[in-house]
């Protein structure tokens, strides 16, 4: 039996069940969410377990209570396979009052209007994500990022090489990739894009989506990466590749369909009060769950990122970005990045609940980075500190080895240093 690797999210689970009911862990297949689980249960019930399915069927149409059946907290896995048991639990925590009785995991969203009830006041909702670097090992974790909101000092270094980097780009941050010999490693991400684009992509809803089109279609989303990509520009890419047409509709749902099985994760346009009279774009920018699904299914290398140092870059900002959702997850941070119309542009502004707030910059190489300080210090000069605040940090994030405060506030942190 493999050893359990311990995941970030470990810590916020056991919080949500010490004050909620029910917790639902959502995320995109493979990321862990089945495993981290039942680290914290004592009775599970695997929805996707093709022998027991003609009993689920049964259950599910006669007494769907039956499904709740087990010593709490107990795991309902992949429970928007039978939909009916939220309900089933919703009916349950309002006779006993009890707290912290069940998980429920989920690859995709239900098809809406398969539960009555929202489940508000007895239902937790928590995203999660692969690996980032400092759960699989690749960062040394010798900086928080909480420390750096707080304003802290740092001073670390890292091992991490140009080479790294794209070898844990490539292989992601897929825990089964972690407990496989190193040859192997990196077709796990090609495993999971064809598994997405032959069975789940139908599965999640039973309307049939055609392969060629949706592999095309994520062919697209790979090579815009990291940037606000729009559907016509999509549809132009898909058409030169595919040949075939294809048209809005189409195309949104197989935007819509990527949602809900959580394998892309927009970057939303910031609303921080800004003193500049340019105007503001407001279009997502395109993000992964995960950049080895961008290498996998255009099919590079390390060697080939080695030698695109630029389409490297653009991945680089999917891993960074992947990273700090995960680590600010603990802190209530939510991610959004700065662009006008005259294309001045920030990676990442990072907000707190609270309204603490920064901005960060992410380079892949060491050569870029007083570039990028010197446009942090422009930003903040932008920036109607009267309604928002000073920021608390201005951050350089790289692919480079060092980690420390410049004179200036600034601070530079290479990924490989980096954790919670």
């Known amino acids: 039996m493999n050893k359990y690797l311990p995941r970030i999210v470990d ?4 919080n949500r069940l010490s004050y909620m009911a029910a917790l639902l862990i959502e995320g995109c297949k493979w990321c862990g969410k089945s495993t981290t689980a039942k680290q914290h249960v004592k009775s599970i019930i695997e929805f996707q377990n093709p022998d027991n399915k003609k009993d689920y069927e049964f259950i599910n149409n006669t007494k769907p209570s039956l499904f709740l059946d087990g010593v709490k907290p107990r795991l309902l896995d992949e429970w928007q396979m039978y939909p009916v048991v939220w309900d089933s639990i919703r009916s349950d925590v309002d006779k006993t009052g009890l707290v912290g009785q069940y998980i429920l995991t989920g690859s995709a969203k239900p098809v809406e209007g398969s539960t009555m009830h929202t489940g508000t006041g007895r239902f937790t909702r928590l995203l999660m994500r692969p690996m980032s670097l400092y759960e699989s090992g690749d960062s040394n974790g010798l900086v928080s990022l909480k420390d750096i909101i707080e304003g802290k000092d740092v001073a670390a270094t890292s091992e991490i090489s140009l080479e790294d980097i794209a070898n844990c780009i490539i292989r992601g941050g897929w825990p089964n990739s972690l407990i496989i010999n190193e040859k192997n490693r990196h077709k796990v991400a090609k495993d999971y894009v064809e598994s997405l684009i032959r069975e789940d992509v139908n599965t999640i809803d039973g309307v049939e989506r055609n392969p060629s089109k949706m592999r095309a279609v994520l062919r697209s989303l790979a090579r815009n990466v990291s940037t606000p990509v729009s559907n016509a520009t999509l549809i132009e890419d898909v ?22 099985l959580f394998v892309v994760e927009n970057v939303k346009a910031t609303n921080l009060n800004i003193r500049s009279t340019t105007p503001l774009r407001t279009k997502e920018k395109f993000e992964f769950v995960d950049p080895s699904i961008a290498t996998a299914v255009l099919g590079l290398t390390e060697k080939d990122l080695l030698h695109d140092l630029n389409y490297f870059g653009f991945l680089f900002e999917n891993m960074c970005i992947r990273d700090l959702r995960i680590y600010s997850q603990l802190l209530d941070g939510e991610i959004s990045y700065y662009r006008d119309k005259n294309d001045f542009e920030v990676d990442v502004i990072l907000r707190m609940q609270n309204g603490t707030w920064g901005a960060i910059e992410i380079k892949l190489g060491s050569g870029y980075i007083e570039e990028a300080a010197q446009n942090l210090l422009k930003f903040k000069n932008i920036v109607d500190t009267n309604k928002c605040g000073e920021p608390a940090f201005l951050m350089v994030l790289s692919g480079s080895s060092y980690s420390y405060k410049r004179p200036d506030g600034v601070y530079v942190i290479s990924i490989g240093t980096l954790k919670n």
């Open 11 to 14: 810590e916020e689970i056991e």
């Open 239 to 260: 058409k030169n590749e595919f040949i075939d047409e294809i048209s809005r509709p189409t195309l949104d749902d197989y935007l819509n369909t990527l949602e809900k």
